[in-house]
């Protein structure tokens, strides 16, 4: 199974992976986890990604490809890969298909989880996230312990600097700009889903679950 997971940030395409990950035995794929992980094994890739980001540059499409390249070459993705957060361009997109026909794997079936911009900023202004295992916490519907450390691994759970509304309004207006057009690339083809995001995760799972099988 190949799946893209669309949505805006803040939609729980994270939490929805991770449960796919783990149900269909299958790797959740994020750029931002290749590119850590890439940085921190000093990578040929991961060394220039490196120097990119540490001057607070972008880093271009044609490493960020090689590096899923070379991610779903690996043989924890002989049964597929679920891509979280990524395309996120049309370039990136033509490009992404290229690939698959290259290396001649099938075609992406697409989910997108729908959630009102409203509801995204509330969610995202109180969210907490573990510095160390990334797990996610909510001041709302999933609060962190007083202690405010991590009970899967101890780390400290803090709020991301960039979790702020001014911050979280422009990150929705850049995806709504550039990254919802590749719905209607996808649209065109088959295999193309929608799901609301308003419901309970447990209920957005059995949709999704559904919509696989």
Avoid: W
Wanted: net charge negative; glycine share 6%.
């Amino acid at each position: 199974m190949y799946l893209i997971l669309f949505g805006a940030p803040g939609v729980g395409k994270g939490t929805q992976a991770k449960l796919i990950s783990k149900h269909f035995n299958i790797p959740q794929i994020s750029t931002g986890d290749m590119l850590r992980e890439a940085v921190h094994l000093q990578s040929p890739l991961g060394k220039k990604a490196g120097e990119l980001m540490a001057h607070g540059k972008l880093v271009p499409d044609d490493i960020i490809l090689e590096l899923i390249r070379e991610r779903i070459t690996r043989q924890d993705c002989a049964d597929g890969f679920i891509l979280d957060g990524y395309p996120r361009t049309m370039i990136q997109a033509e490009e992404l298909d290229a690939l698959m026909i290259e290396l001649k794997l099938p075609v992406f079936r697409c989910i997108e989880i729908v959630v009102p911009d409203a509801e995204i900023i509330r969610r995202l202004v109180h969210r907490r996230v573990c510095e160390h295992c990334a797990s996610d916490y909510n001041l709302i519907t999933n609060p962190p312990p007083p202690s405010l450390l991590c009970p899967h691994c101890g780390g400290r759970i803090i709020q991301r600097k960039d979790d702020n509304e001014h911050t979280i309004a422009h990150r929705l207006e850049v995806y709504h700009e550039y990254t919802r057009p590749i719905k209607d690339y996808y649209m065109s083809r088959a295999h193309f889903y929608t799901v609301h995001g308003m419901q309970d995760i447990e209920k957005v799972q059995e949709q999704i679950f559904a919509l696989i099988h």
